[in-house]
């Protein structure tokens, strides 16, 4: 064992002791807690609520929808099992907040066989409290179930390239298999895994398995082959993003580590320190590369599965903006493991660690914000949907200004119609893959105001200001010259109005 913690590259792992064993079952142990504290204490939003919606859909109109979409269907298909106990936000982000939490012995397991276990033991303690992986962890969409696989990937082509047997290649294949059909973007970790053969690695038995592998990932995929080329057309023609600048892939990586639950006034802050402590980590890293006693492949691996996602979407995003966070969140899991390193093996470790403390603290009250603070909370469309139920009488309509409100609105147990009105044209051609999802999983298309309003006795009108502001207040604005106002509330900055349509119906 070298003072990097690197291990000899034909290695067998060695056993663990009863300490490493007790502190990898407690931080386990933490991991779910953390995981599953208050997982349903908010009520679902937009993205979520299309999970919900898509899962409740009968299996063969599930496969259909999500052909439509832009993400493959193995997530919905999970969701639509967890739904037999039932349909509440504990239950739907069940898969999430349990997929995260495997991955925290996943990780350990990577960086077990690349280094040693004290680097493990952090790597998995650094994901366990990372804020950004609690928030994933407690969203209902695909992104921790993606996490999991592409770690698994990754265990198995180290163990595959280090003894090149083939239950490894195997579960490389099934690994990437699955992680393919769960979202599209781990192929940029396809990617470096091709670069570190190709490159770094070079020997030609572990090259032409590598490459079978591959086949036989295309193969298993090749059901889906041909709906993600549609996909993928559809979203070069019209996506919601926008293009990146090049500043992103510098507060990517802080947010890895923060997460979007800091204050504005400790957002800077955070960022610097965030990234001061890589560049220390980066720093070392380029120092211990030039001893030959260290485990260079393993730096270069981690270097490649960090950055290759992140240059890659970037640089694709330069033709058809897809880059955000949650689209690279395929290399955060490396950085937590280079990071581990430069708290524990590097040469300097002691003053890196020190230097890790204020983005510690930071991660902290960034974890305390998005558990307790009600700033960062999601939406209260729970209370929204409960208050119209409990008031709408016959006869009444309840109009959405926004699928912000509407989608989530129908999660829950609803009484009246809802109905969402034309969005911004603007918005409509520039995200309609997301435009066209909406109508498959809502009640029915967008409907003009006097067309949703026909046959009506009264109309709830449900603003909930998440996008394309101006064009939400001008339908509220249409609202209050047309019709008599009745009642209005707000919920947490969510309007509610109540309008007499009696006066439009009898003319």
């Not at 400790?266 to 990234?275: H, K």
């Not at 270097?303 to 995003?317: E, G, I």
Request: aromatic content about 12%; proline content about 6%.
């Amino acid at each position: 064992m070298s003072r990097y913690g690197g291990k000899a590259e034909a290695a067998i792992s060695r056993p663990r002791t009863h300490c490493t064993t007790w502190l990898l079952v407690s931080i386990v142990a933490l991991a779910v807690a953390l995981r599953f504290f208050q997982l349903g204490e908010w009520s679902f939003w937009h993205d979520e609520a299309l999970s919900v919606l898509l899962a409740r859909k009968p299996l063969t109109d599930l496969l259909h929808i999500a052909a439509g979409d832009v993400h493959p269907p193995l997530y919905f298909l999970v969701v639509r099992a967890f739904l037999v106990l039932g349909q509440s936000e504990t239950i739907v982000r069940l898969p999430s907040a349990l997929c995260s939490s495997a991955v925290v012995l996943g990780l350990y397991l990577v960086a077990h066989d690349l280094f040693d276990s004290r680097v493990a033991l952090v790597s998995a303690f650094l994901f366990t409290v990372c804020p950004f992986q609690l928030f994933y962890a407690q969203e209902a969409r695909m992104y921790a179930q993606l996490e999991l696989f592409t770690v698994l990937c990754c265990w198995c082509f180290i163990r595959a390239l280090r003894g090149n047997r083939l239950e490894w290649w195997g579960g490389f294949v099934i690994c990437g298999a699955l992680a393919s059909y769960t979202a599209y973007f781990v192929v940029f970790v396809f990617l470096a895994q091709a670069f570190y053969v190709f490159l770094v690695d070079r020997r030609c038995d572990r090259i032409w398995r590598f490459l079978l592998s591959g086949v036989a990932i295309g193969m298993l995929y090749s059901p889906w082959m041909w709906v993600s080329l549609n996909q993928t057309r559809a979203v070069l023609a019209s996506y919601w993003m926008e293009r990146p600048n090049p500043l992103v892939l510098v507060t990517t990586l802080s947010t890895f580590l923060l997460s979007y639950s800091l204050q504005p006034i400790l957002a800077v802050p955070g960022m610097a320190a965030a990234l001061f402590l890589l560049m220390v980590v980066l720093n070392s890293l380029r120092y211990a590369m030039r001893d030959p006693r260290s485990p260079r492949r393993a730096f270069v691996w981690l270097l490649l599965w960090t950055f290759v996602p992140l240059l890659a979407t970037y640089l694709v995003s330069l033709i058809r903006p897809i880059f955000h966070v949650r689209t690279v969140i395929v290399a955060a899991p490396a950085l937590y493991v280079l990071l581990a390193w430069g708290i524990t093996r590097a040469p300097r470790w002691k003053t890196n660690l020190a230097l890790a403390i204020p983005t510690g603290l930071l991660m902290l009250v960034s974890a305390w914000n998005f558990y307790f603070t009600p700033a960062f909370a999601k939406f209260p469309m729970r209370e929204v949907a409960a208050y119209v139920r409990e008031r709408t009488q016959p006869g009444d309509i309840v109009l959405h200004t926004s699928s912000g409100s509407y989608l989530p609105c129908l999660c829950y147990p609803t009484a009246g119609r809802h109905v969402l009105l034309p969005e911004a044209e603007s918005a409509a051609r520039k995200n309609a893959p997301s435009q066209a999802i909406v109508v498959e999983v809502g009640s029915g298309p967008p409907l003009p105001l006097n067309e949703a309003v026909r046959d009506a006795q009264r109309a709830w009108l449900v603003v909930a200001l998440d996008h394309a502001i101006e064009h939400q207040l001008s339908l509220k604005e249409e609202m209050d010259e047309r019709y008599t106002l009745l009642d209005a509330t707000d919920i947490r900055n969510i309007g509610i109005m109540l309008y007499d349509l009696t006066p439009c119906t009898e003319e």
